[in-house]
């Protein structure tokens, strides 16, 4: 006898972990999509808060909802039970504490079967709110630069679009791309950040893939309980790095292409994280960082071309006293936050001045002329 299986054109997999005050506006985003073909994986992920209930109200007012329950495991193990489930000839990730354009996936799916992609992204907005509810919206340009936008690339021979911003779920997956590829998330217990393995490896193995210059994503940035924010978390980075590294070198053809990248984005999550995690910790990790990259250099692993000059510095300062780095760049400057933006924005001023026309085009975009002053003011003051 046989059955009527339904399939879709996506399929949306939510992990949740107590975001009771924010799930419903992500659910609301996502069941009422244009695109109606959808089917909506919850995996509930041992939450302690209202979210199972709030998932099962939407479930039983949604057949397209399904909610798995289970004992906390972790985010890998969760989106990796999700990826098992889907059906779809598409994926897409939306984290509950976000929520997304109500065109986003009708979007990016059409683009995806136009062009044949493995998968698509776009740019997107991080936001917060304040006590009165007011939004303040940043827009986050995937690449800096626009020739990158609206055109199909081969990923798996464009190791650049590495430093394109991270984050996997801006975007769909062709489903059959993610299987034949054996594309999923680390699933260390207790561990963060294990969307990077999972963008390594999309990146590493698609063929056609594209990235449009429109803001569907709205990433939340003002959830106390988000693991970018959890002091606690000091090693969580190293592990999933570690693992990327490990996935990489199987193939050694894969792995000279895209070691030099790994090295550059490795270096980039590590000194977010040293900014980040409790100041007892930065010291050890100081010195964490510069042994790992000591052996980089050593086992000539890492392209000094990858880095700017900035960075480069800071690199060879770590190596040759982690413990003077840390007392001269963290220690000294109680004001951590302010310091990594100022950073940030000078790292950014230095790449725009490479581009004379994308300065025109883009510069208020990238350094107002107000955040520039904050930087002069930020130094001034921690000199």
């Known amino acids: 006898m046989e059955t009527n299986v339904k399939t879709y054109k996506v399929s949306v997999i939510i992990p949740t972990y107590n975001v009771e005050?924010?799930?419903?506006?992500?659910?609301?985003?996502?069941?009422?999509?244009?695109?109606?073909?959808?089917?909506?994986?919850?995996?509930?992920?041992?939450?302690?808060?209202?979210?199972?209930?709030?998932?099962?109200?939407?479930?039983?007012?949604?057949?397209?909802?399904?909610?798995?329950?289970?004992?906390?495991?972790?985010?890998?193990?969760?989106?990796?039970?999700?990826?098992?489930?889907?059906?779809?000839?598409?994926?897409?990730?939306?984290?509950?504490?976000?929520?997304?354009?109500?065109?986003?996936?009708?979007?990016?799916?059409?683009?995806?079967?136009?062009?044949?992609?493995?998968?698509?992204?776009?740019?997107?907005?991080?936001?917060?709110?304040?006590?009165?509810?007011?939004?303040?919206?940043?827009?986050?340009?995937?690449?800096?630069?626009?020739?990158?936008?609206?055109?199909?690339?081969?990923?798996?021979?464009?190791?650049?679009?590495?430093?394109?911003?991270m984050n996997t779920w801006c975007g769909i997956y062709r489903r059959s791309f993610l299987e034949e590829n054996h594309i999923r998330h680390n699933e260390t217990p207790g561990a963060s950040f294990q969307d990077n393995g999972f963008w390594f490896q999309t990146f590493a193995y698609g063929k056609r893939a594209m990235i449009l210059d429109t803001p569907y994503y709205r990433n939340r940035r003002d959830n106390p309980n988000s693991s970018v924010s959890s002091p606690q978390k000091v090693y969580c980075m190293n592990v999933e790095y570690d693992h990327i590294r490990r996935l990489l070198v199987r193939d050694r053809e894969v792995w000279e292409r895209f070691r030099s990248v790994y090295w550059l984005k490795k270096y980039h999550n590590y000194i977010n994280t040293l900014r980040r995690i409790a100041p007892k910790c930065r010291k050890e990790y100081s010195r964490r960082i510069a042994a790992e990259f000591k052996r980089g250099i050593e086992?000539?692993?890492?392209?000094?071309?990858?880095?700017?000059?900035?960075?480069?510095?800071?690199?060879?300062?770590?190596i040759k006293n982690p413990d003077g780095f840390y007392e001269?760049?963290?220690?000294?400057?109680?004001?951590?936050?302010?310091?990594?933006?100022?950073?940030?924005?000078?790292?950014?001023?230095?790449?725009?001045?490479?581009?004379?026309?994308?300065?025109?085009?883009?510069?208020?975009?990238?350094?107002?002329?107000?955040?520039?002053?904050?930087?002069?003011?930020?130094?001034?003051?921690?000199?």
Not at 123 to 148: G, V
Not at 313 to 318: F, G, V
Request: with cysteine.
């Open 21 to 165: 005050p924010y799930l419903r506006e992500c659910m609301e985003s996502v069941v009422r999509q244009t695109l109606e073909d959808i089917e909506i994986i919850c995996i509930n992920d041992g939450s302690t808060d209202n979210s199972l209930e709030i998932l099962n109200e939407y479930a039983g007012k949604d057949e397209r909802i399904t909610v798995i329950d289970r004992e906390n495991g972790g985010y890998g193990s969760g989106m990796n039970l999700g990826l098992d489930r889907a059906t779809g000839e598409y994926v897409g990730i939306v984290e509950p504490d976000d929520y997304i354009a109500l065109n986003m996936f009708e979007d990016l799916y059409e683009k995806a079967k136009q062009y044949d992609l493995d998968f698509v992204k776009a740019d997107f907005y991080r936001f917060t709110r304040n006590k009165n509810e007011d939004m303040e919206l940043m827009y986050i340009h995937l690449s800096k630069n626009p020739e990158d936008y609206n055109t199909v690339f081969d990923p798996s021979v464009t190791p650049q679009a590495i430093s394109f911003a």
């Open 299 to 318: 086992t000539n692993e890492i392209d000094e071309k990858e880095f700017t000059v900035l960075e480069w510095d800071k690199i060879q300062s770590l």
């Open 328 to 383: 001269k760049k963290i220690a000294t400057h109680p004001s951590g936050t302010a310091v990594a933006k100022a950073d940030r924005l000078n790292e950014e001023l230095e790449h725009i001045k490479k581009s004379y026309s994308y300065r025109l085009g883009m510069f208020m975009t990238y350094i107002p002329r107000k955040i520039r002053r904050l930087i002069i003011r930020i130094r001034s003051k921690l000199r």
